[in-house]
């Protein structure tokens, strides 16, 4: 025992630290004397000359064979991802709750919306146009064909298809209607032209405001003020000549002058080509009514006209007998 003793502190003298035990102590049985039992310590080689060559040298026995080796199959790989390509049924239907899909956006969509809004310039200044608003109310202005040498335009102006004063949403539509036809007049007229402006069979209604009309004056370009040869008004009501008296004031003498009354289609006819100008029919009606008026009044006027000189020729007889 002492020689083990001093075994252990000379090892420990030479090292300068502890020696490891060789033996572990055995407890669990009472009265029984410690017991030690010997491990054997791996042979650890402590020596500084070995290279760092050495210390990364695989052994020749942990040579592996990458051939030999089990990889998995392409299949494998293809199943997976045909799994997360289709889910569940179950996960598809949690997935669609979840999120909405997002509507597509085709391109006749895409025209379409393009569509309802006219972006124009009036007056070097840009405007935009709501055309989906003004879509029952773009018969309002048209294009009647050409007269004289072939080059004058004949724009048409019809009343009737103006909007109802009733509307919450007139001031918008009129707004947009304003633009609307300023824009296609400068785009309808080249050199000089004429405006045919159909007043009859209009509602007091649908009559355009004063306002509206002043405006649409001095917003008309001064090449088109130039142009302008003609302003013939079909079927003049009292409220159209008062309109025009009022506003007499605001508007030039040499326009004045270009305004014309007509008080039928025969009569239009007689001043311009009615080949491409489209009267609605309301008008066409309410001028047969006022024709067949007219002949009644006229057939009227004859017979109370034929009845005079009788009632005349009459009278001497009687006095002289």
Known sequence: MDQTHERKMSFEGAEGRPAPPTSLPLQGQEGVA?????????????SLDQSEDDLFDTPDDLDINVDDLDTPDEADYTDHEIDWEEPLASQRDSVKEAVEPIPTYSA????QDSKLWRTVIIGEQEHRINMKSIEPYQKVISHGGYYGNGTSAIIVFAAC????????DYHEIMENLFLYVISTLELMVAEDYMIVYLNGATPHRRMPGLNWLKRCYQMIDRRLRKN???FIIVHPSWFIRTILAITKPFISSKFSSKIKYVNSLAELEELIPMEHVHIPECIIRLDEELREAAESSKINSFLQGSE??????AQPSASSS
């Open 34 to 46: 410690s017991q030690r039992k010997k491990l054997s310590a791996p042979r650890i080689s402590l």
């Open 108 to 111: 006749q969509e895409e025209r």
């Open 161 to 168: 298809f103006l909007p109802d004063s009733d509307r919450e």
């Open 228 to 230: 302008l040869k003609s």
């Open 308 to 313: 005079i000189p009788q009632e005349s020729i």
